[in-house]
């Protein structure tokens, strides 16, 4: 999972590095896109923590009363903010595409 993290983090590194480049880091729509998808990754976090620190099962009842064993209901949460992240990172490439002026060196850019 700590690789994960870190291609996360790189991707997002690399994509605020190209609107830095491209010069929309201070655009209203590309900083509002960033600060929506560090939100939405906080909030995946949270919920996989709880996941993980209660189960992936979970015991529920039904309307008779009979316990039975069902996933997690926060896992198809994860997902689905999962998918909304990924386009909200799309978003932002979109955003340094068309908004952003391309740089006049391609070799000057450099991801830390």
Partial sequence: ?????????????????????????DNVLFASAAERYVQQMDLIREMRAKVLSEGLMMESLNTNRDAKREAHPLIAQISKYQDTSNKTLGQMVDIIIRLGQKPEKVEDFVVD
Avoid: E, F, P
């Fill in 1 to 25: 999972m700590a690789v994960k993290r870190i291609a996360l983090a790189k991707d997002y590194k690399t994509i605020m590095a190209l609107a830095q480049q491209y010069g929309v880091a």
